[in-house]
C-alpha cells in the first residue's frame, strides 16, 4: 500500500497472445474495439468531528487519469480479445496533517498511497490487461476485472476505481438469462497500486490480519417479463464465509409515473478457519464485551421507488439478524457492499442493526435544464447490538450535479456531494469495551470529469 507497482496478469497477455497470433488482423477484433480517457478532478474534506483520537481533519485533491480499451473478437468459431484500463492518480494538494496517514500504519490515505515518512505519494499508477475468449454468446475473461454483482461490487468512491484479478465466465446461450461464474484472487485499492489478498472487516489489519486468494461466486439474472427480473447469486470466500443472495427488481407503470421495486436477502454463515480459528473472526457483538466472531448474518430489505415527471420519491428499510456484521469483500481501503444503505459515508450493516430511508430526486431537463440533477436522502438506523444496549446512528446525504449536454464542452460534468453522518455510539477509545465505535463526520467531495473518446 506505500509501496507502488505497475503489474499485469501474465495469462490474461498470454491468452489475448495467442488470439491475436491467430487472426491478429481480424475485422471484428479492430472494428468493434473502443477506447476512451476519462479525466477525473477530485476533491475530498472530511471533518471528524468527535473523540480524542487523529485525524480531527482530512483533505486531498487530485487528477486521475483512467485510460480504458476494450477490443472486438477475432473472426471465427473462437473469438480472442484483450481489455486494458491504465490508471494514474497525481497529487496536486495533500499535506501530511490532513493525508494524516502515520508510517506505523500499512493502509494509505483517503486518496493516495502513503510514502516513508507518513506523507501522500507525488503519483501512483498501474495497468491492467484482460484477455478474453468468445465461442458463441458466452465468453471467458482472465485478468482485471471491475464486478458489479451482488456478491462482490468493486468500489469507485475516490479518484480512481479498485479494481480486482482473477477470472470470469458469463453466459447468454438462453433467452432472458444470463449465467455467471468466477473466482476472484487479489484486489488493488482505491487508493493503491499494489496487488492484495481479500480480508473481511474484523480480519483485514494491513500488518497482522488474514488474506486469502479464492473468492468464488457464481449466479443468474432472469428476466422474466420485460419488467421483472429475479436474481439469484452464491459467493464464498474461503475460510471467511459462504453467502446467498436472492433479489427482485420490477417495474409498474402507476398512472404517469413508474414505480420500481428492489427486494434484496442475503444468508451469510462462517466458512472454514472463520468458525473455530480467532485471528479469522469478523466483527459483530457476540455478548458481553466480545466484538468479533464467527459470521453470522441474515440481511433483507426493499426500496422502492416513484417516478413522475422527472421527480423521484423513494422509501427503504432493511433489517439484518444475527451476530455479525454483514460480511463482504472489504480489505480496510475503501469498499463497497451490494446494500441500499451503502451511501456517501455509512453503510449501515450493525449486527441487528434496522435502517430506513427517504430519498427524493429531481432531473432538470423536466425544467428545461438539461443535465443538471438533484439527489438528497435521509437515512435512520437504530437497534444496534452493544453491550451498552441498542445505539442508532443516521446520515444525510446531498448531491447537486451538472453535465453539458451539447456544444464544444459536451460531457464536462461537475458534481458536489455532501454527507453528515451522526452516531450514537462512541468514538474509538480504550474506554469502549463491548462496543462499536463511529465519530461523527462531515463530508465534501468535489469532482470534474471529462471522458475523450479515442476509438
Do not use: C
Not at 427486494?263 to 480467532?278: A, E, I, M
Not at 420519491?313 to 451490494?338: C, E, K, R, V
Amino acid at each position: 500500500m506505500k509501496r507502488r507497482t505497475l503489474t499485469q496478469s501474465s495469462l490474461a497477455l498470454a491468452i489475448a497472445a495467442a488470439g491475436l497470433a491467430q487472426s491478429a488482423v481480424a475485422g471484428g477484433f479492430i472494428e468493434d474495439s473502443k477506447a476512451n480517457l476519462t479525466l477525473r478532478n477530485f476533491y475530498i474534506n472530511s471533518d471528524n468531528r468527535n473523540g480524542p483520537a487523529e485525524p480531527s481533519k482530512q483533505e486531498e485533491w487530485g487528477q486521475g487519469f483512467l485510460l480504458n480499451y476494450t477490443s472486438g473478437f477475432t473472426e471465427g468459431t473462437v473469438g480472442f480479445g484483450v481489455d486494458a484500463l491504465g490508471l494514474l492518480g497525481v497529487r496536486l494538494d495533500s499535506g501530511k496533517g490532513t493525508h494524516y496517514n502515520p508510517t506505523s500504519s500499512a493502509y494509505a490515505g483517503t486518496v493516495f498511497p502513503t510514502d516513508g515518512d507518513g506523507r501522500a505519494v507525488d503519483d501512483f499508477a498501474h495497468l491492467g490487461a484482460t484477455g478474453k475468449v468468445k465461442v458463441s454468446n458466452t465468453v471467458l475473461q482472465y485478468g482485471t476485472l471491475l464486478p458489479k454483482l451482488p456478491v462482490v461490487t468493486y468500489n469507485d468512491g475516490r479518484l480512481l476505481p479498485q479494481t480486482f484479478e482473477g477470472g470470469q465466465v458469463t453466459s447468454n446461450e438462453f433467452k432472458d438469462l444470463t449465467l455467471l461464474g468466477g473466482q476472484l484472487e487479489h484486489a488493488k485499492g482505491r487508493n493503491s497500486s499494489n496487488n492484495e489478498g481479500l480480508s473481511i472487516a474484523g480480519a483485514n489489519n494491513a500488518q497482522t490480519g488474514k488474506f486469502v486468494n479464492k473468492f468464488y461466486y457464481g449466479g443468474a439474472d432472469y428476466k422474466l417479463t420485460k419488467d421483472l427480473t429475479l436474481q439469484y447469486y452464491y459467493g464464498n470466500l474461503q475460510d471467511f464465509y459462504k453467502q446467498h443472495f436472492l433479489g427482485l427488481q420490477h417495474n409498474w407503470a402507476i398512472g404517469p409515473g413508474v414505480l420500481k421495486s428492489d427486494l434484496r436477502y442475503f444468508h451469510s454463515s462462517d466458512d472454514g478457519k472463520n468458525g473455530h480459528d480467532s485471528s479469522y473472526y469478523t466483527s459483530g457483538y457476540y455478548g458481553g464485551n466480545t466484538l468479533k466472531g464467527e459470521v453470522d448474518n441474515r440481511a433483507w430489505s426493499g426500496l422502492f421507488t416513484y417516478t413522475v415527471s422527472g421527480h423521484s420519491f423513494g422509501a427503504g428499510y432493511q433489517q439484518l439478524s444475527g451476530n455479525s456484521d454483514f460480511p463482504f469483500i472489504n480489505n480496510g481501503d475503501g469498499a463497497t457492499a451490494y446494500l441500499i444503505t451503502d451511501v456517501q459515508i455509512g453503510k449501515f450493516l450493525r449486527a441487528g442493526e434496522r435502517t430506513w430511508q427517504v430519498r427524493y430526486a429531481y432531473d432538470f431537463a423536466q425544467a428545461g435544464l438539461p443535465g443538471l440533477t438533484f439527489q438528497t436522502l435521509y437515512l435512520r438506523g437504530d437497534n444496534i447490538d452493544t453491550a451498552q444496549g441498542d445505539k442508532s446512528e443516521w446520515e444525510r446525504d446531498i448531491s447537486l450535479a451538472y453535465v453539458i449536454p451539447d456544444g464544444t464542452f459536451k460531457g464536462l460534468g461537475f458534481t458536489w456531494k455532501n454527507a453528515a453522518l451522526r452516531s450514537g455510539l462512541p468514538a474509538a477509545s480504550a474506554g469502549n469495551p463491548g462496543t462499536p465505535t463511529q465519530r461523527d463526520q462531515d463530508e465534501n467531495r468535489l469532482i470534474v470529469s471529462y471522458t475523450i473518446p479515442l476509438l
